[in-house]
């Protein structure tokens, strides 16, 4: 390896851009590749009609760190805005409003005052709400067990009503797990409640853009990876990647053919399988499986209400957002209504659609029966997030594969965290970690013991010098050094040293002890 180690990303989504962006602060030579347009991936906007219209309804929370870095390091925080105190307004049919929101207490009291006042629990069912919150704070996300069943089942133990369930725990858990809490995984869900809601007191106050998600995203990350030198390809398809004898790989794609040090693979989990080579994920990825969101899009002639966000219960309508400023929309309001675990809804057709929520919009604001619709249509995203049921634990894969100097990214991998833009961006960070440490440990740790052992007292064999060492290649001499001739210790053969990755028999045979450390650890 000579100059500065080179490094391409395949993917353009927040993934993709915060890897790009992690390797070029590394040092690297950083080339990004995206198959579409546009930067961005699963979180972008198009015009129709003179409007910008985002494809989903993204929203963060305070606790989103990595994310909200990432937008930070972009230049884009100054298009959201963050809630300086927790407060969602929840409508039910006929107008009445009860609302989620928090005071300055510490937790479990911050949620004290909220849950007394809410409307649409009965007394009983607030206080088995406050006894299963207090329960779910003693959940260990991490713990295996729990991603063994369902919340829904959790729930029922905790004797948590039907009502309690739609009225109170699925508002959260629906959108941020993309399925109701039912099907969803018991371990995610106490992810979501624990981190975003019940462990810190201002974690949950809500963020979303003030601006089109294209340019809060897409447009804003373009620059930002500009300014840091790195190399963008759009409509790039990468097709394969190969890697290369002498180590690192050749990635194909279309009119395209790129040497790199090492590859990150931040594309979505139904399609990394068609890029890797075969055996380089051991985790079954395919068994991950999908969850549709769908949007629908309405444009009145008056304004309707004056909230920005609010939820609806017993209703079709989820959530609904009023988008009338980003979109452009100067006269009137733009309502957009966010629909996960969208199942049914995406086989309906738009007319079908049309007949539901129109008028479960004006029973939630009484003012949208006098207005006309101008505008009304359909988002779908059929492949939105992995099916986040219990199981899927054991299919997300950390940022390292069984190839060396190969890395996988997105908010599919094993993040500890649900499909949101927080865990896309923290698997980008973690494989831009691993794949920076690889590339410098190459070049440096793994030449130095290459001339090391080529320069060792013990009278190396022909090809074993100087050049031997330079011609076989860093990889290669690290493996052979771990088939000595004497017994290996455990855990040090051939297989030892696949599991192990040629970084670490760089520093296991730079730093030789008395006793080999014990299989498992990771040499800092």
């Not at 725990?169 to 995984?185: Q, R, Y």
């Not at 069984?402 to 993040?415: E, H, R, S, Y």
């Not at 649900?418 to 961006?425: R, S």
């Amino acid at each position: 390896m000579t100059g500065r180690p080179r490094v391409v990303v395949v993917g353009g989504g927040l993934a993709g851009m915060a890897a790009a962006l992690a390797c070029a602060d590394g040092g690297a030579e950083v080339t990004l590749l995206e198959a579409r347009p546009r930067l961005g991936g699963a979180t972008f906007s198009f015009r129709r009609d003179g409007l910008w219209v985002d494809n989903g309804q993204h929203v963060f929370l305070r606790c989103c760190t990595a994310y909200r870095s990432f937008l930070r390091k972009i230049g884009s925080e100054n298009h959201t805005f963050l809630q300086p105190r927790l407060s969602l307004p929840v409508i039910r049919p006929g107008g009445r409003v009860g609302r989620i929101a928090r005071n300055g207490f510490p937790p479990p009291l911050h949620l004290a005052i909220a849950m007394i006042r809410y409307p649409f629990l009965t007394p009983v069912e607030r206080v088995r709400a406050a006894r299963a919150a207090l329960a779910l704070r003693h959940l260990d996300p991490s713990n295996p067990a729990l991603d063994t069943r369902t919340f829904g089942s959790w729930l029922r133990e905790q004797h948590q009503s039907r009502n309690a369930v739609a009225a109170l725990w699925d508002l959260i858990a629906l959108p941020t797990l993309n399925l109701h809490a039912e099907e969803a995984s018991l371990a995610l869900a106490a992810k979501v409640f624990r981190t975003g809601l019940l462990d810190e007191r201002s974690a949950a106050d809500v963020g979303y853009a003030t601006a089109p998600l294209s340019q809060v995203h897409g447009a804003a990350g373009a620059r930002a990876l500009a300014e840091a030198g790195a190399t963008v390809h759009t409509r790039a398809s990468a097709r394969r990647l190969i890697p290369s004898d002498g180590g690192g790989f050749e990635v194909e794609g279309d009119g395209l053919r790129l040497a790199a040090d090492a590859v990150i693979a931040a594309v979505p989990h139904d399609r990394v399988l068609t890029l890797l080579p075969d055996g380089a994920l051991r985790q079954p990825v395919g068994q991950l499986g999908v969850s549709p969101i769908v949007n629908v899009h309405v444009v009145y002639d008056r304004k309707v209400t004056d909230l920005p966000v609010a939820a609806g219960l017993h209703s079709p309508v989820q959530w609904v957002f009023d988008r009338t400023a980003p979109s452009g929309l100067d006269r009137g309001q733009y309502l957009a209504v966010s629909v996960s675990g969208a199942d049914r809804e995406m086989g309906e057709r738009t007319e079908a659609l049309r007949l539901q929520f129109l008028p479960a919009i004006a029973a939630m604001f009484p003012a949208a029966r006098e207005a006309r619709v101008e505008r009304f249509f359909v988002t779908r995203e059929p492949r939105a997030t992995f099916r986040q049921v219990p199981g899927t634990g054991a299919f997300r894969p950390g940022p390292s594969t069984a190839v060396p100097g190969l890395f996988v990214a997105g908010a599919w991998t094993a993040t500890g965290w649900p499909a949101t833009m927080e865990g896309a961006v923290r698997s980008g960070k973690a494989a831009a970690e691993h794949a920076t440490a690889f590339v410098r440990l190459r070049s440096r740790d793994l030449e130095r013991f290459a001339l090391e052992a080529a320069q060792s007292s013990v009278s190396p064999p022909i090809g074993r010098g100087i050049r031997g060492a330079q011609e076989r290649g860093p990889e290669r001499i690290a493996l052979e050094a771990a088939e000595p001739s004497a017994s290996p210790p455990i855990g040090r053969g051939i297989r030892g040293a696949q599991e192990r990755g040629p970084e670490r028999i760089a520093l296991e045979a730079a730093e030789p002890s008395a006793s080999p450390p014990i299989e498992g650890q990771v040499p800092v």
